[in-house]
């Protein structure tokens, strides 16, 4: 009986202790010899990345203009798009909308450091159209996906 308790013990004992490093990290030589990690200048990668994520569906229209660029995805039956500054920093006024045609345009707009929106809206074989500004440029689509 004593032999099965310990078996017992040393079982539970291993997952607790993995759970222990994976919250505290490791430790000792193998954390000094570790390489240090580089983050990627926000005016190289960031703008396409959050813009990726932040709307599903594939790229339908990219509208450049000044201080940034307006973009528009298409997933299923909906639109979306979202504005994305052309270099992120200091908060600025923003804004993106999506109208479908017959309906009421879906509108993000404030302060914000480096997109606003995404916005969305139901677009089966309706023709949408979107507007986006960073600062005082600006740039639209007129309709489109008809």
Request: glycine fraction near 12%; hydrophobic fraction near 45%; charged fraction near 15%.
């Amino acid at each position: 009986m004593g032999e099965a308790v310990r078996a017992v013990r040393g079982l539970l004992a291993l997952p607790l202790l993995g759970a222990l490093v994976l919250v505290l990290g490791p430790t000792g030589p193998a954390q000094a010899a570790a390489p240090a990690t580089t983050a990627v200048p926000a005016t190289t990668a960031a703008p396409a990345v959050f813009a990726a994520s932040a709307c599903a569906g594939r790229l339908v229209k990219t509208v450049k203009f000044a201080t940034g660029s307006l973009r528009v995805y298409k997933s299923g039956d909906y639109a979306c798009a979202v504005t994305v500054a052309k270099k992120p920093g200091a908060r600025r006024a923003m804004r993106v909308s999506v109208q479908p045609r017959g309906g009421r345009a879906v509108v993000d707009s404030g302060k914000f450091t480096t997109l606003a929106g995404p916005v969305r809206v139901h677009a089966l074989n309706r023709c949408v159209r979107t507007s986006g500004s960073v600062g005082n440029s600006s740039g639209s689509t007129g309709w489109i996906m008809c």
